[in-house]
C-alpha cells in the first residue's frame, strides 16, 4: 500500500475576520492596560496579516483609517501568511519607512490566541 505524502498545514476557518471585528479590540485593551498603555499612546499597530479580510478586520476593530495597515498588506501579498513571526517582517518595513514612537506589535495564533508586545522606536532626529 502506497504512503500518501501529507504536507502540514492549517485551516482557516471563514469565521476569523468576523470574529476578529468582534474581539480584538479588547484584547488590544487588555494587553495596553497590561502594559500600562492607552489606545492614544500608540503610534503604529504593527500587526501579523492572518489574510487581507483579517487585515480589514484588524482596522475595523481598532477603528483605523481603512488601507492604514499597508505595510501589512505589502508583506501578506509578498510573502503570504507565515503565521505570527510574520509580523516581524511588518515591523522590519515599519522600522524601513523611519516608523518611530509607541507602538504595538499584535500576532495571532491558532485556536484564536492574540499575543502583545509594546515596543518604543526612538526618532533618530529627536
Do not use: W
Amino acid at each position: 500500500m502506497g504512503c500518501r505524502r501529507h504536507r502540514p498545514g492549517v485551516i482557516f476557518d471563514r469565521s476569523i475576520p468576523t470574529f476578529t471585528s468582534e474581539n480584538f479590540a479588547g484584547a488590544v485593551n487588555r494587553a495596553l492596560a497590561a502594559s500600562g498603555l492607552r489606545r492614544d499612546e500608540i503610534a503604529r499597530y504593527v500587526c501579523h496579516p492572518g489574510g487581507a479580510k483579517v487585515v480589514e478586520a484588524i482596522e475595523n476593530a481598532l477603528s483605523l483609517e481603512p488601507g492604514s495597515l499597508r505595510a501589512e498588506r505589502d508583506i501578506l501579498r509578498r510573502y503570504g501568511n507565515m503565521s505570527a513571526p510574520t509580523a516581524l517582517f511588518v515591523l522590519k518595513e515599519v522600522l524601513a519607512a523611519g516608523t518611530s514612537g509607541q507602538m504595538l506589535a499584535c500576532a495571532l495564533g491558532p485556536g484564536f490566541t492574540a499575543s502583545f508586545m509594546p515596543i518604543v522606536v526612538e526618532n533618530p532626529d529627536g
